[in-house]
């Protein structure tokens, strides 16, 4: 009898939990709306910045760029430019060109919102010393090795590939421009602890030199060989990356990739932010960055 009533208990219990549902009431604080600006920038380039607006959280708001803010590039108290919006691209742009060294504030206004400032982080460009042919790592693999001088400080980088072909590659026509007409970003794979500690997305990885500071690194990434037999060049790009674009883009894929549910699959991350005032506050949301990239062709006949 007892064994009966013990039954009875645990199927009860079984179909109650399956219809349990916990319906949790969040009463979120007002949303402030505030600025999101993001300029990354690369040497060589012009300065640019696209500026908007936050959401609330549970918004159904179309996103939408701001085309009257004042954007100020400003060195010490000298108001070096005012970059102009560029309706097509949905941007501000300067007639400035990014120079390496430079420690520009970047400040943005308008009429309805708090006005935010960022500074840029140092950073020192780093060479591609050598790169190697390409070479046979198995029959479905190709291997590229290249080595770099680590400077004696923290540096970041980002490594991505970058396939070229021409009309002759492929048996079709009418499809196809000049030589060279298409390029195509390379997924890679190493073995190099470096990199496996770095953060991969779409074909590029972000990494630190915290294994080899200091000294002359050999990097080996690994990519299907189709690619390699195929394509009429590999274009390597090394970039060299200062604090902020570092952080930025590292936490921004931690972060896509903890899922839907942030809360019960993973830790949730906060993305890097560049709009604090000196108390850790948020003026606004968004990134000001800069980098330098060094490239090479690798030709793969």
């Known amino acids: 009898m007892k064994r009966y009533f013990y039954t009875i208990i645990i199927v009860l219990s079984i179909v109650s939990c399956d219809n349990l549902q916990t319906v949790i009431d969040v009463d979120l604080p007002p949303h402030e709306p505030k600025l999101v600006v993001n300029s990354v920038n690369e040497v060589g380039e012009k300065w640019k910045a696209y500026v908007s607006v936050s959401q609330a959280p ?72 050598s790169v190697e042919e390409l070479q046979d790592f198995s029959s479905e693999t190709t291997s590229l090795k290249f080595t770099i001088d680590d400077p004696q400080s923290t540096n970041y980088y980002m490594i991505n590939l970058k396939a ?12 196809w421009d000049d030589y060279y007409s298409e390029m195509e970003k390379i997924y890679f794979d190493s073995d190099d602890p470096s990199l496996n500690q770095g953060q991969f997305s779409s074909g590029k990885v972000l990494f630190d030199d915290k294994l080899f500071n200091g000294t002359t690194k050999e990097f080996n990434i ?3 060989s189709y690619v390699s037999t195929k394509a009429d060049s590999i274009l390597l790009n090394l970039w060299s ?11 921004k894929i931690i972060q896509s990739n903890t899922g839907n549910n942030p809360i019960f699959n993973s830790e949730p991350v906060n993305v890097y932010n560049s709009f604090l005032d000196g108390d850790g506050e948020i003026q606004g949301y968004g990134i000001f960055a800069v980098s330098s990239r060094d490239s090479v062709v690798i030709q793969t006949d």
């Not at 300067?94 to 960022?118: C, D, L, M, P, W």
């Open 58 to 129: 549970l918004s159904t708001s179309d996103f939408v760029f701001l085309s009257d803010a004042l954007v100020l590039l400003i060195d010490g108290e000298t108001t070096i430019d005012t970059l102009t919006y560029n309706a097509p691209k949905n941007r501000y742009e300067s007639s400035r060109i990014v120079q390496e060294g430079t420690n520009f504030e970047i400040q943005v206004s308008h009429s309805k919102y708090n006005t935010i400032n960022a500074t840029l982080f140092p950073f020192q460009k780093v060479f591609l010393k």
């Open 241 to 251: 990356v200062d604090y902020a674009f570092y952080n930025y883009f590292t936490t």
């Open 222 to 224: 690994l990519f299907d």
């Open 164 to 175: 070229y072909y021409s009309q002759d590659a492929f048996d079709t026509t009418g499809i």
